[in-house]
Nanobody, 123 residues
Framework: VQLQASGGGLVQAGGSLRLSCAAS????????MGWFRQAPGKEREFVAA????????SYTDSVKGRFTISRDNAKNTLYLQMNSLKPEDTAIYYC?????????????????WGQGTLVTVSS
């Protein structure tokens, strides 16, 4: 499975961005997908995850109410709509895919990773 993230960029605080992640290859093996981020000098952290059907989602507390994760299985694409962005959201955002059939949030639990897309939020 190959994952290609896109949509990052520079935005002012309070602005919005929409990240996309296109999956290719053996996508039939994927159950859950997620977004993680890594700020300079910090460890990679969980942001949001979504189950195969799109009904079950999970978010880290700091993005609840501002970010929305979704997926289009027909297009093999994962999305992250980010609203009300804050400078502390600045990071490289990675999409990931998991073959396990239970929603998980751990970095080490995901099997496939995209290359990352940089999001910079200016104050």
């Amino acid at each position: 499975v190959q994952l290609q993230a896109s949509g990052g960029g520079l935005v002012q605080a309070g602005g919005s961005l929409r990240l996309s992640c296109a999956a290719s290859g053996s996508t039939y093996s994927i159950y859950n997908m997620g977004w993680f981020r890594q700020a300079p000098g910090k460890e990679r952290e969980f942001v949001a995850a979504i189950g195969w059907s799109g009904v079950i989602t999970s978010y880290t507390d700091s993005v609840k109410g501002r970010f929305t994760i979704s997926r289009d299985n027909a297009k093999n694409t994962l999305y992250l709509q980010m609203n009300s962005l804050k400078p502390e959201d600045t990071a490289i955002y990675y999409c990931a895919a998991d073959r396990f059939n239970r929603l998980r949030t751990g970095v080490r639990e995901y099997d496939y990773w995209g290359q990352g897309t940089l999001v910079t939020v200016s104050s």
